[in-house]
């Protein structure tokens, strides 16, 4: 409820609504976003959710908290990334496990899931199946055409049954849409997509996003915008 807001007193924080009753007691150490239907509350170096709507914790245990804990901590999807003594698992809205086993490591929820065993990366769905067999350095979720997969100095994607859509041979990728993104090779950037053509050759210093479907171009000493939407060059600035 947009009534609510999150209030620090001291060192610890809690949640009060406009009259100044008190939501939540100042016994936390950090509160989410209020406005959201669950919202996190951290206590003790662990954290967990408040159900904003039932006024209450949506689970009895409390979950260690992690590097990132407070960007995917959050509910993505219906589903929360939570540590537990043996690793790593997803909780639902009603504080559910998703999977009957936990793992080494989890990237964020989505149709195909990052995870880790043994020091190795590859992809689960959201039922726990083996995709892509853990075999690379690291590996992020997905949900659209391909995920981003290294074998370390260098970055490939992959499909979502685990097939090379671009070879690892790439030094970064920023996605523009789900099949078109900015790579970097050998120190240049260029503008290609999933199904391996080139927009743009790789032969640029510096390419950017810079607005809806348009990307800065960088030169050594000019610079140019591209839509690639449209496939056009909109303008040059020397």
Known sequence: DSANFAVRVGENWGVLNLDQD?????IYSFIGHVDSS?????????????NRKHNSIISDDWFE??????????FNNGFAKIKMDEGFNFIDYKGKLLFSKTYSNLGNYDLNIAFEIDGKWGYIDNLGKVIVKPIYD??????SDGGIVDLLPLKGIVNGVGELLLDVYYEDFTFLTDSICIVKS?????????????????????????????????????????????????????
Request: charged share 30%; hydrophobic share 30%.
């Open 22 to 26: 008190t939501i939540l007691p100042f």
């Open 138 to 143: 690291k590996t992020q979720s997905f949900g």
């Open 65 to 74: 908290n992690y590097p990132e804990f407070r960007a995917l901590g959050k």
């Open 38 to 50: 669950f919202f996190m509350v951290e206590k003790d170096f662990k954290f967990n959710f408040w």
């Open 186 to 238: 050998r120190g240049r950037y260029g503008l290609i997509n999933t199904q391996k053509d080139t927009i743009i050759s790789i032969k640029y210093k510096f390419i950017e996003p810079y607005s809806n479907s348009v990307v800065k171009i960088v030169e050594e000493d000019s610079q140019y915008y591209y839509n690639y939407e449209t496939n056009k060059w909109i303008k040059r600035e020397e």
